[in-house]
């Protein structure tokens, strides 16, 4: 039986390469840092690296590496086991407490990722007789959460709040017992920050809750770090936030859902990735508990990585590049065609820029680009160089 199966899936792997579509993985040697070691996928060697998530350079900071051996010595490896068996520590406990008191929240639980804690909302939270209405570029997580729940679905326009009061009203018409409205804090690929104000101010006219991924903003957007719901001053307006500790907060993996208490108390019952699928390691979240300590004083930090991201942004624009606008660390390089921002990111890589290439189905057609991701760990010459790479390679894509 497989062998015409084998076929099938060759001829579907030589179209994606045909396209430009192929996203290769490249290996690095290294602990993530502003600079890594390529060891294959790529021209071997030290690169400076501007496309990992690591946006306050924590990824391999002293302190949460300490941290997280001191955490292996005290509770061990893993867990073995799901929460409500026996894979509940002291630490998992202190982690969803500092968290809650972090961002506000009433109380948060703690999940294996964001993907698993956006796929286990919706279903819990919302039946056939309730809708939910999302960001049309809301993450995939978010997309297929939905696609789990038997709620109505409604997608309002990117950012549109005209639509998106246009698809309130038809979810009020159609008898919606709740109402959820869920969004992206930053949308990642292009590096947009949702109008978060304005989505309040809609759910209270027409009694809906407020769900917000906060993935791409948690621990640097804000004045204090805590997110686009800061950013925007409504931070006791939203719900539900959800988000990871694969990015600013450490980079490792991990995800949680801080919410009002009720929300959290029915999700630690019902929501299957978190009564399914193993506790978080104990070294994960002693460590994010460190990164928590650390981001109390992490204002330099914060304003080392809006200063990096306004460096690159300002030259790049200088330079003549599409780089769409906002103030994001997630700075995006607009380039079109897929297989040209394929052979640009290679061109970089040989100039030891590490980034990638992002090409459908991850964009829309015709909108491939290389996002370009900023982090305090990257001097100001590192900047420069990075900037200084793509113009090199830009020409010899034009020669």
């Excluded at 060697?45 to 998530?53: D, K, P, Q, R, T």
């Excluded at 300490?66 to 929460?83: K, N, P, Q, T």
């Amino acid at each position: 039986m497989f062998d015409s199966v084998r076929d099938d899936l060759r001829a579907t792997l030589d179209e994606i390469r045909a396209a430009g579509l192929h996203k290769p993985e490249r290996v690095i040697g290294t602990p993530q840092s502003a600079t890594v070691s390529v060891t294959a996928g790529g021209r071997p060697g030290e690169v400076l690296n501007f496309c990992a998530n690591n946006y306050l350079g924590l990824a391999d900071h002293p302190e949460v590496v300490a941290a997280a051996h001191e955490a292996l010595d005290r509770w061990g490896y893993g867990m073995a086991s799901v929460r409500f068996i026996c894979g509940t520590q002291e630490v998992h406990k202190e982690l969803e407490a500092r968290l809650s008191s972090f961002l506000g929240q009433e109380d948060t639980i703690l999940y294996s990722s964001c993907f698993d804690a956006n796929g286990g909302v919706f279903e819990t939270l919302l039946g056939p007789e309730d809708a939910v209405i999302s960001d049309a570029l809301n993450h995939a997580s978010i997309i297929d959460g939905i696609r789990l729940s038997k709620a109505r679905r409604f997608r309002y326009a990117n950012r549109d709040m005209a639509d998106l009061e246009a698809q309130l009203k038809e979810a009020v018409a159609g008898g919606a017992r709740r109402k959820l409205i869920v969004t992206d804090g930053v949308f990642s690929m292009d590096g947009y920050v949702a109008p978060l104000a304005d989505i309040c101010d809609l759910a209270d006219r027409y009694d809906a809750m407020v769900m917000v991924d906060d993935s791409h903003a948690v621990g640097f957007v804000g004045p204090g770090g805590r997110g686009t719901p800061e950013l925007h001053g409504v931070m006791d307006r939203v719900d539900i936030i959800t988000g990871t500790l694969g990015k600013a907060l450490g980079g490792a993996s991990g995800g949680y859902v801080a919410a009002r208490a009720e929300i959290v108390a029915l999700l630690r019952q019902r929501s299957r990735p978190y009564l399914f699928s193993n506790t978080l390691a104990p070294v994960i979240a002693a460590a994010s508990l460190k990164v928590l300590d650390l981001l109390e004083s992490a204002g330099d930090l914060r304003e080392k990585l809006a200063s990096n991201t306004a460096l690159f942004r300002r030259r790049m624009t200088e330079e003549g590049f599409d780089v769409l606008p906002g103030d994001h660390a997630i700075a995006p390089v607009m380039i079109g065609d897929a297989a040209e921002a394929g052979r640009m990111a290679e061109l970089l890589l040989e100039r030891g820029v590490y980034v990638i290439g992002f090409s459908y189905p991850v964009v829309p057609q015709g909108q491939a680009r290389i996002r370009v991701q900023l982090s305090a760990a990257h001097s100001t010459e590192d900047v420069d160089r990075a900037v200084d790479a793509f113009v090199a390679a830009r020409a010899e894509l034009a020669a």
